[in-house]
């Protein structure tokens, strides 16, 4: 009981009408403890930034996660180069690779814990293929849904930490190793022997397929155990624990974020503390079709017939036939989002700005979203084929409001929300006394 208590303190706030900007309910969080990294993490964490474990020899796990951009892309590009020559490009923007500890294997349905037998996903999806769809809604409690949660990728097709890491390190489009063995060869240098063999033993490099099976598994331990993949020393952070206080537009923009018949952002991006006190990731690890409009800028979309439709390929395999889930992609977190300068699953956007402009608009004023087509109809929802566009949402506000009606936001409020979410940048240093609101380092 002490554990919902916590979370009742938190929403208390959330209605609060006078928006002060204080936290009256203010929380403990329970926070990822803070120590040395274990030597796997160590020799995790010399192999995110070796760029010799790539084909072109200059590309590094910290090419496309940049510690300083919050473990995402360092710069605007729509995608990331990569291959022999890096004169290829990615098919996704690549997601941050921070605040993922706690990310669930993919699943479909609700989380009945960790000790369940496998189950057939085929199976489950064609058996809820018909049920309607829950709706979401920051003001209520989730309904019990069989949904797809969890896994890694915009696809959810890695189930681990150590899986995501293998593949981008095969990936011709990426650091473009041509198999395990090369992989190992890379490895099978002296500025790794000594860690490897004291590790995993001293016939570690006889197996290339160990090895490289050792060496995904230690970047994912660098992952788990360095502060700085999951640091919660946000603005938002010490709001919760009652060490800061928000201005008034950033008052009001959590006010609209968690509003139901406005923004609506935390039916999605969850901003509640958990039962037993860890802090919020601001994302429910769900996956959703939102209808983006399509990024002429990708190459692959040059093809008038490629799609790409998330959870039923063409990079996940596994669920192909499912096509109730065709156009869904996992809702990434919103924390240090502000970092990125590339969002969506394809790109398509640059800004926050441009962001919120999408969910204002896309239903009520359509033609400000998409381009027109041959015959100058808006062509909604044209990164998905016509037989699909029944997935998108339309039930979730602000996406349940229609043509021609009015946006669920002004400019104003979009203007707080943004304010809102800067708060979620970790980095917040306490202003000292007398002095104004801190900004991030």
């Given amino acids: 009981m002490a554990g919902l208590a916590l979370v009742e ?20 969080l329970t926070l990822p403890p803070v120590q040395p990294l274990s030597a796997v993490a160590l020799l995790g964490k010399q192999l995110f930034f070796d760029p010799a474990l790539s084909a072109s020899d200059r590309q590094s796990c910290a090419s496309c996660h940049s510690p300083a951009h919050a ?5 605007a590009l729509t995608v990331q180069p990569g291959g022999a020559e890096l004169e290829k490009f990615g098919d996704r923007p690549p997601p941050s690779l921070a605040y993922l500890y706690r990310q669930a294997p993919f699943s479909i349905g609700p989380d009945t814990g960790p000790d369940d037998v496998a189950v057939n996903l085929n199976a489950v999806a064609a058996a ?19 949904v797809p949660q969890g896994g890694l990728f915009w696809d959810g097709r890695a189930d681990s930490l150590q899986r995501q890491a293998f593949i981008p390190a095969l990936n011709p489009l990426e650091m473009d190793n041509a198999s395990v063995a090369a992989i190992a060869h890379k490895l099978d240098q002296p500025r790794y022997r000594k860690a490897f063999t004291q590790l995993f033993g001293p016939t570690i490099f006889n197996d290339p397929d160990r090895l490289v099976s050792e060496a995904m598994f230690a970047l994912g331990r660098y992952q788990i155990e360095d502060p700085s993949f999951h640091a919660f020393t946000s603005k938002y952070d010490a709001w919760l624990q009652g060490k800061a206080t928000l201005s008034a537009a950033e008052a009001r923009g959590l006010k609209l974020f968690n509003d139901p018949q406005k923004g609506n ?5 969850l901003r509640q503390v958990s039962k037993d006190g860890l802090p919020p990731l601001f994302t429910d690890t769900q996956y959703e079709a939102l209808g983006v409009p399509r990024n002429p800028n990708l190459l692959q979309n040059r093809r008038a017939d490629y799609f790409d439709l998330g959870l039923c390929g063409p990079l996940r395999k596994d669920l192909t036939r499912q096509t109730q889930y065709c156009g869904m992609f996992l809702t990434p977190t919103l924390r240090n989002v502000d970092r990125r300068s590339v969002f969506f699953h394809n790109g398509v956007y640059h800004t926050l700005k441009q962001v919120l402009d999408f969910y204002n608009l896309r239903s009520v004023q359509p033609e400000k979203i998409y381009p027109r087509d041959s015959n100058s109809h808006v062509a909604l929802y044209n990164d998905l084929p016509k037989s699909m566009r029944g997935n998108v949402d339309v039930t979730d506000a602000p996406f349940d409001r229609h043509l021609g009606g009015a946006p669920a936001l002004t400019a104003h409020d979009i203007d707080d929300i943004i304010a809102f979410i800067h708060t979620l940048d970790d980095g917040y240093v306490q202003p000292k006394a007398g002095v104004g609101n801190a900004q991030p380092r």
Avoid: F
């Avoid at 809820?128 to 069989?146: E, F, I, L, N």
């Avoid at 952002?265 to 991006?269: D, I, L, P, Q, Y």
């Fill in 9 to 28: 303190r938190v929403d208390a706030y959330a209605s609060n009408e006078d928006a002060s900007g204080i936290n009256p309910h203010p929380v403990q």
């Fill in 71 to 75: 473990y995402s892309p360092p710069n």
């Fill in 128 to 146: 809820t293929d018909h049920q309607p769809r829950a709706q979401k809604s920051a003001g209520a409690p989730h309904p019990v849904a069989m």
């Fill in 265 to 269: 952002c935390a039916a999605c991006h």
